[in-house]
């Protein structure tokens, strides 16, 4: 008997990215079939192609932003039927650790992800526990629901700080996190989000989006302290990933203000403490998501402008030009579209 085959997105080394034909999973135990019907590139991507990232190994299919359908079941289950419209959670926590043991395993000592330490989703189909799929609305398109996960991080960024007090908030960083983060911090009834960035494009995409979008550097810091009666933000999102905007945070944050750190730095960074001290300011690390933080996400979702976050669509047997599209920086949200029907 012929097996059956499907196209995917392989990393197979340092910078090599390319179409593979491989064999169509197999469901066991647990698990189920997944047709992708759209999976996005992640600024950790970057890394994993680069060959830099720390844990993902060669030969691997990327992805972990998706949206598909189920088409089969090991055997029936409660949570999931076949022709449910649904994402991925993608964490792989170890459930020993005391993270994972105390009710916060998105923090675990030993944390793994689809589409790092185990294949993901760019590809026609992705074999997946079905305690990871989580369920779409039926009207949510596939596009959408591919940028449930990235939502899901800004969800969690925003729920890191309490927004009583908060009029003014600052976004570092206008990438698709960045954006996403300011979008719900203004859902979240935030009266005024500044979002700023160095790219003259991204704040043009933000301000497409309804956001308040100013230069970084000299000019935030002077609109932030013009529209605060020169007291500086309540709470301050650090989105970039950059040391410079570790550097200003401090400066554009308010006494008692928070800082919450979104963005992954690759190594460690200069943050002025005796700001904080100050101040009497309050840092907080976010990372990843919960999967209360998915369904609030995925109830959020229709309600923001996310379509127009979505720079650039690639068929699957096209994901290398895909990649350098999202590799050059001119570019926002990049989906691959599988078309498995065709193959």
Same mark, same amino acid.
């Given at each position: 008997?012929?097996?059956?085959?499907?196209?995917?997105?392989?990393?197979?080394?340092?910078?090599? /990215?390319?179409?593979?034909?491989?064999?169509?999973?197999?469901?066991?135990?647990?698990?189920? /079939?997944?047709?992708?019907?759209?999976?996005?590139?992640?600024?950790?991507?970057?890394?994993?192609?680069?060959?830099?990232?720390?844990?993902?190994?060669?030969?691997? &299919?990327?992805?972990?932003?998706?949206?598909?359908?189920?088409?089969?079941?090991?055997?029936?289950?409660?949570?999931?039927?076949?022709?449910?419209?649904?994402?991925?959670?993608?964490?792989?926590?170890?459930?020993?650790?005391?993270?994972? &043991?105390?009710?916060?395993?998105?923090?675990?000592?030993?944390?793994?992800?689809? *589409?790092?330490?185990?294949?993901?989703?760019?590809? $026609?189909?992705?074999?997946?526990?079905?305690?990871?799929?989580?369920?779409?609305?039926?009207?949510?398109?596939?596009?959408?629901?591919?940028?449930?996960?990235?939502?899901?991080?800004?969800?969690?960024?925003?729920?890191?700080?309490?927004?009583?007090?908060?009029?003014?908030?600052?976004?570092?960083?206008?990438?698709?996190?960045?954006? /996403?983060?300011?979008?719900?911090?203004?859902?979240?009834?935030? *009266?005024?989000?500044?979002?700023?960035?160095?790219?003259?494009?991204?704040?043009?995409?933000?301000?497409?989006?309804?956001?308040?979008?100013?230069?970084? *550097?000299?000019?935030?810091?002077?609109?932030?302290?013009?529209?605060?009666?020169?007291?500086?933000? *309540?709470?301050?999102?650090?989105?970039?990933?950059?040391?410079?905007?570790? &550097?200003?945070? &401090?400066?554009?944050?308010?006494?008692?203000?928070?800082?919450?750190?979104?963005?992954?730095?690759?190594?460690?960074?200069?943050?002025?403490?005796?700001?904080?001290?100050?101040?009497?300011?309050?840092?907080?690390?976010?990372?990843?998501?919960?999967?209360?933080?998915? $369904?609030?996400?995925?109830?959020?979702?229709?309600? /923001?402008?996310?379509?127009?976050?979505?720079?650039?669509?690639?068929?699957?047997?096209?994901?290398?030009?895909?990649?350098?599209?999202?590799?050059?920086?001119?570019?926002?949200?990049?989906?691959?579209?599988?078309?498995?029907?065709?193959?």
């Amino acid at each position: 008997m012929v097996a059956e085959t499907m196209l995917a997105a392989r990393y197979m080394g340092p910078d090599q /990215l390319r179409p593979e034909l491989l064999e169509r999973p197999v469901v066991r135990h647990g698990e189920a /079939l997944v047709r992708i019907d759209a999976c996005g590139f992640c600024g950790s991507d970057l890394n994993i192609v680069a060959g830099t990232h720390p844990r993902a190994r060669a030969p691997l &299919t990327i992805g972990h932003e998706l949206a598909g359908t189920v088409v089969e079941l090991a055997k029936p289950d409660a949570h999931v039927a076949v022709g449910d419209r649904v994402t991925m959670f993608p964490l792989i926590s170890c459930g020993r650790c005391y993270a994972c &043991t105390h009710g916060q395993s998105h923090v675990c000592r030993e944390l793994k992800l689809f *589409g790092f330490d185990r294949d993901g989703g760019m590809a $026609d189909f992705v074999r997946l526990p079905i305690a990871s799929l989580m369920k779409l609305p039926e009207t949510m398109s596939p596009a959408i629901g591919a940028l449930i996960e990235p939502l899901a991080v800004a969800v969690h960024a925003v729920g890191r700080a309490d927004l009583a007090d908060v009029d003014v908030a600052v976004v570092l960083g206008a990438g698709p996190i960045g954006l /996403l983060t300011a979008l719900v911090a203004s859902a979240k009834g935030i *009266g005024r989000v500044v979002i700023s960035d160095v790219s003259e494009a991204r704040l043009e995409l933000a301000r497409s989006l309804g956001l308040e979008a100013i230069e970084a *550097g000299a000019p935030l810091l002077g609109h932030v302290m013009a529209i605060t009666d020169q007291n500086g933000a *309540g709470l301050v999102f650090e989105c970039a990933g950059h040391p410079s905007s570790a &550097t200003e945070m &401090t400066a554009l944050a308010r006494p008692r203000g928070v800082l919450v750190g979104v963005g992954v730095f690759k190594r460690p960074v200069s943050v002025d403490l005796q700001g904080v001290n100050f101040k009497e300011l309050e840092l907080v690390g976010s990372r990843v998501y919960t999967r209360d933080d998915f $369904d609030e996400a995925i109830a959020l979702a229709s309600s /923001l402008p996310l379509d127009r976050i979505i720079s650039h669509r690639f068929p699957l047997e096209d994901v290398e030009n895909a990649f350098a599209q999202f590799r050059s920086g001119d570019a926002c949200k990049v989906l691959v579209e599988p078309r498995s029907s065709d193959r």
